[in-house]
């Protein structure tokens, strides 16, 4: 799937952009040419989060683009387990991830996928991840790793291996710049970024191997870290794209999972996330879910309201993100 698009252009619906399309466009109301930039995106998460993925990074790619386009190449790595229609879904519309050595991109962006195994050697997509942090280093100006990606990729790169948290790290974490980088130009302070992880990368191992980090959270840690080598890679810990209502979905699902005994713990609730009398009500829940388990009674949830400026926070902050990484490629190199 080849998209074409910039921030006048819409992204509900984006049509595919032919191969045609030269590399200085002129869009219709634009007085002067703009180099396309060609962004990949290596989407591996869930099949139930694929299409929300596909939509949040490129409502961030169009909000960002400035007065340049941005032409969004999609693969996926074929290891990640998938089911029948989703992977139907992908022979359909992604490219071959082999395609990669045939394209010519400024940046990249890889996801994290759902963990199947208890290390990341063991995941059935450790050999083609770290084939890709390889290529990535020698065929990109820049690449984005999130999450789980972000894990594998210093761990191949520096053999950094990742610690497993006392209990999952969800919520909205108001984080704090940490150091002076271009990246972090304008963002609002603190900044607001959902993470949803299992797992943490500490500070001090990741400076002790050459990593910058950028910005950093109290309570959820290292947020945002950067190396530099023959491309610039950056590292979010958590999930800046998210919509507002991302971490809500995946609460949802996980109280689903405990209701018919896939998960044999009661999730918490996102830190910083549900009005302060949701949290209350679901506390409530809770003791009823865990005193009766019954699917059944996903019925009397409480109606779900976010925190005042939850979804505000998160926009902002993504976007001045996004927008200043894709200022970085714009510039000649």
């Not at 921030?7 to 200085?24: E, F, Q, R, W």
């Not at 999130?146 to 790290?169: F, N, T």
Request: glycine share 6%; proline share 6%; charged share 25%.
């Amino acid at each position: 799937m080849t998209l074409l698009f910039d921030k006048t252009g819409p992204i509900d619906s984006p049509t595919l952009a032919p191969a045609s399309v030269d590399n200085h466009c002129r869009s219709p109301d634009r007085s002067a040419a703009a180099r396309v930039i060609e962004i990949g995106l290596v989407n591996n998460m869930s099949d139930a989060a694929l299409r929300a993925t596909e939509r949040q990074f490129m409502r961030l790619l169009r909000a960002g683009s400035g007065e340049h386009l941005v032409r969004l190449h999609c693969f996926a790595l074929p290891s990640v387990q998938r089911s029948p229609a989703t992977r139907q879904r992908i022979d359909s519309l992604y490219a071959d991830i082999a395609d990669l050595r045939h394209i010519r991109l400024d940046g990249l962006i890889v996801t994290g996928a759902e963990p199947r195994a208890a290390t990341l050697q063991s995941e059935p997509y450790w050999d083609e991840m770290r084939a890709l942090v390889d290529w990535a280093e020698a065929n990109t100006r820049s690449t984005i790793w999130s999450c789980l990606a972000a894990h594998a990729a210093v761990l191949h790169l520096d053999g950094i291996e990742r610690e497993r948290l006392p209990q999952k790290c969800s919520g909205v974490f108001a984080g704090e710049q940490v150091n002076d980088d271009a990246l972090l130009s304008d963002l609002p302070s603190p900044l607001k970024v959902p993470h949803s992880r299992l797992n943490d990368l500490a500070a001090d191992r990741l400076a002790a191997r050459g990593y910058e980090v950028l910005t950093h959270a109290p309570n959820a840690g290292v947020d945002i870290f950067a190396r530099q080598g023959r491309s610039r890679f950056v590292f979010f810990q958590g999930h800046p794209e998210y919509d507002a209502t991302s971490l809500q979905r995946e609460y949802l699902r996980d109280i689903g999972r405990f209701l018919t005994g896939e998960r044999h713990d009661y999730p918490e609730f996102p830190v910083d996330y549900f009005d302060a009398d949701i949290e209350d009500a679901l506390d409530a829940f809770r003791a009823e879910a865990e005193a009766a388990r019954d699917p059944a009674i996903i019925a009397r949830l409480p109606h779900l309201a976010l925190r005042q400026g939850t979804a505000e926070g998160i926009e902002t902050t993504a976007n001045a993100l996004f927008r200043n990484w894709l200022i970085s490629l714009a510039s000649e190199p």
